[in-house]
């Protein structure tokens, strides 16, 4: 069982960046896939981004270009990098493992304003 807490959202303003982290504690996250998604106001929960236990990504057609997942599964730490930020990436970001089962985090508030 796998513990996932992310950090770094925040207020940015349009067309800037942010870099979100996911700690995971409690198992070695090797053999999970893990991803990002998020849920704006008002909307559906949405995937970001998916990488794979062997490192395949896959991306939402509104980010591709622009957001960037990576892991580091010796530090057990699962990464967003995202650029050229707009006003419709405004949500909470969700950390995601998943073995045979769903982990979520908390969630990290991401605005995009000026």
């Known amino acids: 069982q796998v513990q996932l807490v992310e950090s770094g959202g925040g207020l940015v303003q349009p067309g800037g960046s942010l870099r979100l982290s996911c700690a995971a504690s409690?198992?070695?996250?090797?053999?999970?896939?893990m991803g990002w998604y998020r849920r704006a106001p008002g909307k559906q929960r949405e995937l970001v981004a998916l990488i794979r236990s062997g490192g395949y990504t896959n991306y939402a057609d509104s980010v591709k270009g622009r957001f960037t997942i990576s892991r580091d599964n010796a530090k057990r730490m699962v990464y967003l990098q995202m650029n050229s930020l707009k006003p419709e990436d405004t949500a909470v970001y969700y950390c995601?493992?998943?073995?045979?089962?769903?982990?979520w985090g908390q969630g990290t508030q991401v605005t995009v304003s000026s």
């Open positions: 409690g198992s070695s996250i090797r053999t999970y896939n």
């Open positions: 995601y493992g998943n073995d045979w089962r769903d982990y």
